[in-house]
């Protein structure tokens, strides 16, 4: 058995992170601030607290930005490596495929960098170990089967589907983004070419092999960052019922700041109220401007655009 400290991981963060635009224009969605702090460094501290100190990110959208954040990890307690993509995104069967030589592990875990959990890895890895499974996917009950896909399971704990969200996702599994998984299943993949694993790669796998991929089934909580409805919902999961707030941030003392999350070098004017708002990088909100559900980002002209945030 292999414990969960001795596997490399693979964190996923090179996604366009489309249902979370326009804020994904100005960071990856992984390096966007949750309660203050980057997504991503929280998934790193949290990877670090379970004994997974060797990681390796795959980037492509506004690499920089999660670089700037990350760093070579050692802060977290953990040694960062980067793998490149590029010309395209090349998918979450393509981008391990492209990371094996840099992982250099027979099997690791496959992070989403989107999600947060409080999952064990090591009770993941040790069911992986034990199942002789070539993928594990760590599954929840899916209570929202209309607005998540599922995974159905056989009696024995072998997946048998991955249902579209809808009414054949009733009674399935819903995956928390964390999986372990083995180099053979992305080693005869053809390199620099993307694929996805759930309706792609697995399902070959699985009418190839009956029972190589497998379910963890656990009561591991989950919060999902997939759309700005749902970042609001996490960031104050996290932030303990304060407005969450970057780095250099200026409110003047007559402005009105409720229900919004200001990320860093901000400045709100004298006079203004800003009430269920994301407020992006380097946002001057001039003096006297009131702004309800939207979403701010500075634009090269120095102005303030702003768009709707979708409750």
């Known amino acids: 058995m292999t414990p969960a ?11 366009l ?6 804020l994904t224009r100005v960071r990856a969605k992984p390096a966007i601030p949750v309660a203050g702090e980057p997504l991503v460094r929280r998934i790193l501290a949290w990877l670090a607290a379970n004994d997974v100190t060797d990681v390796v990110l795959n980037l492509h959208h506004l690499p920089e930005t999660l670089a700037a954040v990350v760093g ?57 170990d034990a199942s002789g499974a070539l993928v594990t ?15 159905h399971l056989d009696t024995d704990g072998i997946v048998t589907g991955f249902p579209r969200r809808g009414d054949a996702a009733v009674g399935s599994f819903h995956f928390i983004g964390v999986q372990v998984a083995s180099a053979e299943v992305f080693r005869a993949l053809p390199q620099g070419t993307p694929v996805n694993s759930i309706g792609a790669a697995y399902d070959a796998l699985m009418a ?11 009561d591991a909580q989950f919060w999902d960052v997939g759309t700005p409805a749902d970042y609001l919902r996490t960031s104050a999961a996290f932030s303990g019922g304060a407005d969450p707030r970057g780095r250099r941030v200026r409110i003047d003392s007559t402005a009105r700041v409720n229900d919004s999350i200001l990320w860093d070098d901000v400045d709100v004017g004298a006079g203004c109220t800003l009430e269920r708002c994301i407020v992006t990088d380097g946002v001057r909100v001039p003096a006297g401007s ?3 559900n939207e979403i701010l980002i500075a634009s090269p002209e120095g102005t303030v655009a702003a768009s709707a945030l979708p409750h």
């Open 208 to 218: 190839a092999r009956h029972g190589s991929v497998r379910g963890f089934v656990c």
């Open 137 to 151: 996917l760590a599954l929840v009950p899916n209570t929202e089967p209309h607005r998540y896909g599922g995974v």
């Open 5 to 15: 400290s001795a596997r490399p991981a693979l964190l996923m963060t090179a996604g």
């Open 17 to 22: 992170g489309t249902r979370l635009d326009p």
């Open 72 to 128: 070579d990890g050692s802060d977290l307690g953990v040694r960062a490596r980067y793998s490149w993509e590029q010309p395209v995104v090349l998918g979450s069967a393509g981008g391990p495929r492209q990371a094996l030589a840099i992982l250099g592990a027979e099997s690791f875990f496959l992070v989403n960098g989107d999600t947060l959990t409080d999952v064990s890895l090591r009770a993941l890895a040790a069911a992986h």
């Open 290 to 292: 009131v702004h309800r």
